[in-house]
């Protein structure tokens, strides 16, 4: 079975700090790594995609993947408190239909709770 | 503009009825997804439409039946739900099937009664 895993958390960085949010990854094949945030009762926002090994900068957010060691990070850095929310990591592990074609398929990890207090 | 929108926002149905919900988007993109999502866990998968056509079925039950009447247009229509099935239903977009950033509408929150 295919899965992803996260740092269980809960994770709290006071204001202005980093946040290291950490994720690892069953299925060797995967391609496609997304990070989304997630606001109690709302729905998943995408914040990161990376394909690549290496680092990838988006504002104060830094997504690192290590295909060989399975492993992808996002890092928040100057946290704010508008920050805190469940971040899940996403993994496309792929479906396949009867005639054997791959469609996207998003695996979640069970995603970290951030809180950055003031 | 990444907008996905779903409605209604909230549904309240018996285990007797039939509804459905609705969702679309004007991205053109040609990937639809239905995701559940329960509380306190992940989005589940229960249906990919790629180019109009249902491509997969998560194993999913037939009293959810889902409908591409168009590429902007996505239905999943409701019919003698458990209690069980209450959750979250979500509704998503990609460019196309494959490794596509997926972008998730703001979900249908259903309580069946």
């Known amino acids: 079975q295919k899965e992803v895993e996260q740092n269980s958390g809960p994770l709290s960085v006071p204001e202005g700090a980093i946040a290291s949010l950490n994720c690892t990854y069953s299925d060797r094949g995967s391609q496609s790594f997304f990070w989304y945030r997630q606001y109690s009762g709302k729905s998943p926002e995408l914040i990161m995609s990376i394909y690549s090994n290496g680092d990838k900068e988006d504002g104060r957010f830094t997504a690192q993947l290590n295909k060989a060691s399975q492993y992808v990070s996002l890092l928040i850095r100057d946290s704010q408190p508008s920050d805190s929310a469940t971040y899940l990591c996403?993994?496309?592990?792929?479906?396949?239909?009867?005639?054997?074609?791959?469609?996207?398929?998003?695996?979640f990890g069970q995603g970290t709770i951030l809180t950055v207090h003031p | 503009d990444t907008e996905v929108t779903q409605t209604p926002k909230h549904l309240v149905m018996g285990m007797t009825n039939k509804k459905s919900l609705k969702c679309e988007q004007h991205?053109?993109?040609?990937?639809m997804y239905w995701y559940k999502q329960k509380a306190k866990k992940p989005p589940e998968l229960m249906f990919v439409y790629s180019y109009e056509k249902l491509s997969i079925n998560e194993s999913v039950p037939s009293r959810f039946s889902p409908e591409c009447p168009n590429s902007s247009l996505l239905n999943l229509h409701l019919h003698a739900l458990q209690p069980e099935d209450s959750a979250l239903y979500l509704c998503a977009s990609s460019q196309g099937p494959g490794d596509y950033e997926q972008y998730f509408g703001p979900g249908t929150r259903l309580t069946v009664t």
């Open positions: 996403a993994v496309n592990a792929g479906a396949f239909n009867a005639g054997g074609t791959s469609y996207g398929k998003l695996t």
């Open positions: 991205m053109g993109h040609r990937a």
